[in-house]
């Protein structure tokens, strides 16, 4: 991938907000504007943060455009996507399969660090030169403030390494980056006073099989010498193998989900890790710091349903929902007062109740790369705020006084939702094969790509007595990662990245002998 530099990025969204009422092919209808008469703010590790949603770690924040997306559809925290010192890897293709409940094999970054660096701090600054564009100001209203939170792995030693320490500390001061890319900035904005801290939290993964001792160094070690207040994510897998396996194929209906026996050996035990959970929590209190606890990751699987490649896959959506929540009731027992952030399944019908839970953030990922893409964010948010004024709640606090606790919610969860049945209906497809023209025009290759790679673009003047359709299809195959969402969804029987025009982020075609 090769991503866009500054200049380009911030000439693509004035020019298309100018012109055609979007942003990254989002219209302005879809971008979220809070109703003033309600306080939607929450607390993530000391800081308020306008809404309590935002991107987990994934494909939803590896890119700059990917970040300022979720922006303007309401997130106000973004978990950056995870990064380590392997910054060559080779990920399989496609790496995400969304047909039913969700499963990826995309685990880290795809960039280098130090590209990974440029489209983060490019993300900030870009949100700070946003927050203040007057067309957009007209449009969104005041934003409020917002968080980025690094998210790090998967082993002390390659954390401690000089180029992740390195990569860190270039978020924590990111005065470097911010001067090298202010001369792309347009000529007014360029003497703006920018936010040079870029991230004051981390999150880490116990990450399927991380031992339990190597997971408190890493958090100590990024208190002591970084200065980050931590949240450690924990792995469903705490709730053992039986429980597992009878919510997800017994109470849920899951038959084809095939659990891996040997990672709730290798993982952590929930004993140990309630344990670890109350040391590092004295540890952060002793040291002027702050620590929280994140539910959870993904589920290791066998990777029976040879979509993705490879052996394992990762399980994501509606039954990780139930298991999170289920593991959220037993540790709020155990571990009262500790800080919970959430990222598990979450949907606009389950967000506000999720957001109930006290939890800080809500974070989302496979709900966005389903139809709606991004502005899924908004209709999460605007539903809250509809419930919020049904109760006569006007700020979070009210509203999660008024919801149910975590023992309560996994009684009353309405499972047939989050059962097999209701959630084994593949995506629509017809029996037309898809054309390099004029195909079904549906537009949900453009609203399930993470990264915008799949765009809209008017039918030229010159083409238009050959074509039927007023829009066709382009990739921008800088930007696009070959995930194969596009494909999941087209209605037409192809994948868009491989068969539509291919151009490149300077909108140049690349392959000219397509087009004859």
Known sequence: MKPYSLTQLLNRITTELEQDKRIFDIPVSKFFKADPELDLSIEVMGHKVATPVGPAAGPHTQMAQNIIMAWLCGSRTFELKTVQILDELEIGRPCIDMETVGYNVEWSQEFKLKQSLQQYVMASMAIEYLKQYPPLLEILGDTGSHVFELSVGYDLKGIQSPQVSDFIDNLRDADAEIEKLRAELPAQFRDHKFNREIVTTATISTFHGCPPDEVEDIVKHLMANHGLDVTVKLNPTLLGHETVSDIVNNQLGYKTIELVPSAFVDDMQMSRAVDLIQELHKYATDSGRQFGIKLTNTLVVNNIRNLLPGELAYMSGAPLHVLAVKLLAILEAKIPHIPIAFSAGVTTENFSATVGLGLSPVTVCSDWLKPGGYANGTKMLKQLQIDMKKAGCKTIEQWVQQC??????????????????????????????????????????????????MSRIETPENMQDKLTKKYQYICVTDLCNECGNCETFCIDVGAPFSIKPAYNIDGKIKNPDQLS
């Open 404 to 453: 149910s606790s975590a023992d309560r919610y996994i009684d009353e969860l309405d499972m047939q939702f989050y059962h097999f049945d209701n959630n084994s209906k593949l995506p629509k497809k017809g029996d037309k094969k898809l054309e390099l023209w004029d195909c079904s025009s549906c537009n949900l290759c453009v609203a399930v790509c993470p990264n915008n790679a």
